[in-house]
């Protein structure tokens, strides 16, 4: 985290100290559980308070949020489905065919076309819930009450081209060894094993998460994938003499 203080400046030290702000509101409520009932309640109840305004002080002084739910889900989301879902193809298409060729410019059609998709849905969601929101606006001005700015979504194309980069990063992973002459599924398995853990452990990071939770999780996900694509891939194969 230093390293990347250091390199990054003032944007990274904020959204550090914002990651760090997460996790301890985690421990301070966990905190809060344990005592909420007994006879020391109100005062911890006022020691936490104290220190909820003193951590969003410090976080938010000279800056905006730098964590944004918004943007860490979406990055998430492009990222996980470009991983899981291009894995998933490559592995089925290594079931099926026998060329490595073949593979590549399957998972590389598969990953574009997945990226367009990714992008336009999470733009018509954004754009959906921004009339939503609009609407909502209106209706509060015309009877005189108070705007919420707090529920402040994100700008639909940002939404969109931010999901769709970032599926774009994760389809990469999976197709990149093949790229460079790996001709069995192995070489994907591991590199995509490899940067899910990374990936995972950042952005759990960055958004409050368990970390292990998350890892283990995705690892999963994916392990369930890869399976299943494979088995479809040989079954493909079996059935109707797939051989290229």
């Known amino acids: 985290m230093i390293a990347v203080a250091r390199v990054f400046g003032a944007p990274a030290i904020h959204l550090i100290l914002e990651a760090i702000e997460v996790f301890g509101v985690r421990k301070y409520l966990t905190v809060w559980r344990q005592y909420e009932h007994g006879p020391l309640g109100a005062a911890v109840r006022e020691v936490l308070e104290d220190e909820f305004k003193h951590e969003d002080t410090v976080v938010t002084a000279e800056s905006a949020r730098q964590i944004s739910p918004q943007r860490v889900r979406d990055i998430f989301l492009g990222l996980n489905d470009g991983l ?135 690892l999963g996900i994916i392990a369930a994938a890869v399976a299943i694509s494979y088995g479809i891939g040989l079954a493909a194969k079996a059935v109707w003499g797939i051989s290229v």
Request: glycine residues 12%; charged residues 15%.
């Open 84 to 218: 899981v879902e291009i894995l998933g193809a490559v592995s089925g298409f290594f079931g099926a065919f026998a060329s490595a060729t073949t593979v590549l410019v399957a998972g590389l059609m598969v990953g574009v076309a997945g990226a367009l998709s990714m992008g336009a849905g999470a733009y018509l969601a954004a754009s959906s819930e921004a009339e939503v929101r609009g609407t909502d606006v209106r209706r509060r001005r015309f009877l005189g009450e108070a705007e919420t700015t707090d529920e402040a979504g994100d700008r639909p194309v940002s939404s969109g081209i931010r999901v769709g980069v970032s599926y774009v990063v994760g389809a990469v992973v999976p197709v990149l060894p093949v790229a460079f002459g790996a001709r069995t599924l192995i070489p994907s398995l591991l590199v995509e094993g490899a940067v899910i853990v990374l990936v995972s452990s950042i952005l759990a990071f960055l958004s409050g998460m368990d970390v292990k939770r998350r890892i283990l999780l995705n």
